[in-house]
Structure formats: C-alpha cells, structure tokens
Nanobody, 126 residues
C-alpha cells in the first residue's frame, strides 16, 4: 500500500513563494507517476502538475507554467511543487496522488490516480 503525505502549505501574502512536498512511502517511489491537484471552495478539482516516475516527463497546467515547477527526488521519496508569485486565486487545498506507471509515463487526469494524500492548505492573502 502506498501512502502519501503532503506538507509545506500555509498562509502567505500575494507575491510570496511556497514549496509543497509529497512524501511517498510503502513502495518504491520511482514506480509511481505523481500528480499535484488542487480544489478551491466551491470549485472542481483541477490538475496542477504531474511528473513521471523517473522525472523525465513533466506536465504543468498551461496557466501555471510560468509560476509553478514540479520535481522529484526518488532517493528521498519526495515530489515537490515549487510555487512562485502566489495569488489569492491560488488559495486551495492541494493534494498529491500516485499511480503505477512506466518510468517515463505520467497522467494528468485525477480520476486515474489510485492513491491520494490528505491534502495541505494553501491560503494566499491579498
């Protein structure tokens, strides 16, 4: 069984940066593609970013590409989401999720992911 734990969320001011971490345990981290998703109050969940098991394949939502970066360190079983120039519209509960995949495969559809963390809250004040 894979377990994911998010950390790094918090309350920040507009323009600040945050780095979210997703720690993967229970299985070999590189066997899993990992995605970051977020859900704001009253809105549908949206895909933020995804990364393949070996880190070679990356996806970031088009509207976020200039501010968000996804990376992973399989030696540390960690997938990170670096967020810059945060805006109030970024306020949401951020989740990481994992799916078994080929080394270079990734998936951007949240419905395909099998394992989910509990989420970490990001609140951006104006």
């Amino acid at each position: 069984q894979v377990r994911l734990v998010e950390s790094g969320g918090g309350l920040v001011q507009a323009g600040d940066s945050l780095r979210l971490s997703c720690t993967v345990s229970g299985r070999i981290c590189s066997y899993y593609a990992v995605g970051w998703f977020r859900q704001a109050p009253g809105k549908d969940r949206e895909t933020v970013a995804a990364i393949s098991g070996d880190g070679s394949g990356k996806f970031v939502q088009y509207t976020l590409k200039e501010r968000f970066t996804i990376s992973r360190d399989n030696a540390k079983n960690t997938v990170s989401l670096q967020m810059k120039k945060l805006q109030p519209d970024d306020t949401a509960l951020f989740y990481c999720a994992a799916i078994v995949a080929t080394a270079t495969g990734l998936n951007t559809r949240g419905t395909r992911y099998d394992y989910w963390g509990q989420g970490t809250q990001v609140t951006v004040a104006s």
